[in-house]
Nanobody, 126 residues
Framework: QLQLVESGGGLVQPGGSLTLSCAAS????????IGWFRQAPGKEREGVSC????????YSTDSVKGRFTISRDNAKNTAYLQMNSLKPEDTAVYYC???????????????????WGQGTQVTVSS
């Protein structure tokens, strides 16, 4: 059974850092595109960052560019989202997603991805 499990969320002060993990089971991440999304209360789910399983392409939205870094460790079958310089507006439930890579690059769109984790809460507050 294909499964994604996020961890690493929590409460952090503005300016702080967190690293989210996305552990995959039932499949190998090597050839899968990975995406991170977030959803704040009352808002739609929005894309944050993605990394392609076909090439070295990665993408981050303007709101997190320079602060968040997506990566993967194929040996551990785990993807990560390193989040630095966190702001209160980064508060949301964060989800990882995966899809078998079928083209070069990736898109941070919910319709691009097929498999989803259950989410982990990130709260940025003093």
């Amino acid at each position: 059974q294909l499964q994604l499990v996020e961890s690493g969320g929590g409460l952090v002060q503005p300016g702080g850092s967190l690293t989210l993990s996305c552990a995959a089971s039932g499949f190998t991440l090597n050839y899968y595109d990975i995406g991170w999304f977030r959803q704040a209360p009352g808002k739609e789910r929005e894309g944050v960052s993605c990394t392609s399983g076909s090439d070295s392409y990665t993408y981050s939205t303007d709101s997190v560019k320079g602060r968040f870094t997506i990566s993967r460790d194929n040996a551990k079958n785990t993807a990560y989202l390193q989040m630095n310089s966190l702001k209160p507006e980064d508060t949301a439930v964060y989800y990882c997603a995966a899809v078998r890579s079928r083209a070069l690059g990736c898109l941070v769109q919910t319709t691009w991805f097929a498999y989803w984790g259950q989410g982990t809460q990130v709260t940025v507050s003093s």
